[in-house]
């Protein structure tokens, strides 16, 4: 064998690298993409994720309740400049409205080039929290109260009435749960926690959390907050484990020294049902303007049950007056919650005053 095949080999792979390093500039260029947020902050994307996942992955945390299945509906965003076309997965969250105005599902569409988007300024300030769990009491027989201890970062902000996601750990499922407790404690969440029948987090929760265990959790999020820039009269209704984000809102009226009236009802089908009686009752004691109105659906004979029998609706229909300078705030299943809006506008409240989550 001569000089020559040694040489023509070399040649050839000389030849086979630069053609790989031009495409691999050339695949490189293309992907080089950016996504604009609020016209403010500009992230370089690389690869074809979903918005969801790549802004996750800077850090900043949209809701999604179903860890992007398009079952939720909570991971929407703004894209400026859309044509109007969504995908059928996104169809059942988005109404006409949302659809001319651009919002899309973040877990549904992929980030293919240069994207202008918007999303809530406050979304910016969520984050992802390390915590343990410190404690784990039942409430009801169906209904525990939770203790997160946050470790890294060791401590969080939220406003009284905003919910944060926990990631159930060991299983792909992400939840949202409400924050129970009051902002002034930073160091420490409160969550009340309904078990749901053959439901993925709440089994977890019920059978498997462990004191210890570490939990990743997002937040916080959500509108539903204490209007503390109001003085308005105040009506809060909730049901089940409704009763968190009105327990962190109510906790924040007491420091304020309640001088807004505030009336709580509070919906449950038996006796069995009820919990943080005596909290709310001492609260009463303490604060003149603060009236707790439990009521049963269902009481059994043995509950004894003196108190107010009927619908939440009903009760609240009885006890209310003129409610036009009033504020409400609402939490609890989505038929008990457009039920009470229909009661409260009778009512005469403004429709702008009434601010609900419904889970
Ligand atoms: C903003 C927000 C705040 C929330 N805050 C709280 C809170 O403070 N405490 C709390 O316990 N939950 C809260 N939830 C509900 C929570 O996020 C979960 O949906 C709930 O715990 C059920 O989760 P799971 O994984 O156990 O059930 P899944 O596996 O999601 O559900 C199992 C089945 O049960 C049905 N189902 C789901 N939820 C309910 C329900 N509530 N009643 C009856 N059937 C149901 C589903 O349709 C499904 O068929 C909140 C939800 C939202 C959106
Ligand atoms: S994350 Fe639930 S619909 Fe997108």
Same mark, same amino acid.
């Given at each position: 064998?001569?000089?020559?095949?040694?040489?023509?080999?070399?040649?050839?792979?000389?030849?086979? +690298?630069?053609?790989?390093?031009?495409?691999?500039?050339?695949l490189?260029?293309?992907? $080089?993409?950016?996504?604009? =947020?609020?016209?403010?902050?500009?992230?370089?994307?690389?690869?074809?994720?979903?918005?969801?996942? !790549?802004?996750?992955?800077?850090?900043?945390?949209l809701?999604?309740?179903?860890?992007?299945?398009?079952?939720?509906?909570? /991971?929407?965003?703004?894209?400026?400049?859309?044509?109007?076309?969504?995908?059928?997965?996104?169809?059942?969250?988005?109404?006409?409205?949302?659809?001319?105005?651009g919002?899309?599902?973040?877990?549904?569409?992929?980030?293919?080039?240069? &994207?202008?988007? $918007? =999303?809530?300024?406050?979304? &910016?300030?969520?984050?992802?929290?390390?915590? !343990?769990?410190?404690?784990?009491?039942?409430?009801?027989?169906?209904?525990?109260?939770v203790?997160?201890?946050?470790?890294?970062?060791?401590?969080?902000?939220?406003?009284?009435?905003?919910?944060?996601?926990?990631?159930?750990?060991?299983?792909?499922? =992400?939840? *949202?749960? +409400?924050?129970?407790?009051?902002?002034?404690?930073?160091? #420490?969440?409160?969550?009340?926690?309904?078990?749901v029948?053959?439901?993925?987090?709440?089994?977890?929760?019920?059978?498997a959390?462990?004191?210890? @265990?570490?939990?990743?959790? !997002?937040?916080?999020?959500?509108?539903?907050?204490?209007?503390?820039?109001?003085?308005?009269?105040?009506? /809060?209704? *909730?049901?089940?484990?409704?009763k968190?984000?009105?327990?962190?809102?109510?906790?924040?009226?007491?420091?304020?020294? &309640?001088?807004?009236?505030?009336?709580?009802?509070?919906?449950?089908?038996?006796?069995?049902?009820?919990?943080?009686?005596?909290?709310?009752?001492?609260?009463?004691?303490?604060?003149?303007?603060?009236?707790?109105?439990? *009521?049963?659906? $269902?009481?059994?004979? @043995?509950?004894?049950?003196?108190?107010?029998?009927?619908?939440?609706?009903?009760?609240?229909?009885?006890?209310?007056?003129?409610?036009?300078?009033? #504020? *409400?705030?609402?939490?609890?299943?989505?038929? &008990?919650?457009?039920? /009470?809006?229909?009661?409260?506008?009778?009512?005469?409240?403004e $429709?702008?005053?009434?601010?609900?989550?419904?889970?």
């Open positions: 064998m001569g000089w020559e095949l040694p040489v023509v080999l070399i040649g050839i792979l000389v030849i086979i +690298s630069l053609v790989l390093i031009g495409v691999e500039k050339l490189g260029n293309e992907s $080089e993409k950016a996504i604009t =947020i609020n016209g403010e902050l500009k992230i370089p994307v690389k690869g074809e994720d979903t918005v969801l996942n !790549t802004l996750a992955a800077e850090k900043i945390f809701p999604s309740a179903c860890g992007g299945k398009a079952t939720c509906g909570f /991971c929407k965003f703004k894209l400026i400049g859309a044509d109007g076309n969504i995908l059928p997965t996104e169809e059942p969250f988005i109404s006409e409205e949302e659809r001319l105005d919002i899309r599902l973040s877990c549904q569409v992929k980030v293919k080039g240069d &994207m202008d988007i $918007e =999303i809530p300024r406050e979304l &910016m300030t969520a984050k992802e929290y390390v915590t !343990t769990i410190t404690s784990i009491e039942d409430l009801t027989h169906d209904i525990k109260l203790r997160f201890k946050l470790i890294d970062p060791d401590h969080i902000d939220f406003l009284p009435g905003q919910y944060i996601q926990l990631k159930v750990p060991g299983i792909d499922v =992400i939840r *949202a749960y +409400s924050i129970a407790s009051n902002p002034k404690i930073k160091d #420490e969440l409160e969550l009340i926690i309904r078990l029948p053959k439901g993925a987090a709440t089994s977890f929760v019920f059978r959390l462990e004191l210890k @265990d570490k939990v990743i959790i !997002t937040g916080p999020y959500g509108d539903f907050y204490l209007r503390e820039d109001s003085n308005r009269d105040i009506i /809060c209704i *909730a049901g089940g484990s409704g968190a984000p009105i327990r962190s809102i109510l906790s924040v009226l007491a420091d304020q020294g &309640m001088t807004r009236k505030v009336k709580y009802f509070f919906g449950a089908k038996t006796k069995k049902d009820l919990y943080y009686t005596e909290e709310f009752r001492e609260l009463e004691k303490e604060f003149p303007n603060f009236q707790y109105i439990p *009521a049963l659906s $269902e009481p059994l004979p @043995d509950d004894e049950w003196d108190g107010d029998v009927g619908l939440i609706t009903e009760i609240v229909d009885k006890y209310t007056g003129d409610l036009s300078q009033a #504020e *409400a705030y609402l939490c609890g299943s989505p038929g &008990m919650i457009n039920a /009470c809006i229909k009661v409260l506008k009778d009512h005469d409240i $429709e702008e005053n009434i601010l609900f989550d419904s889970f």
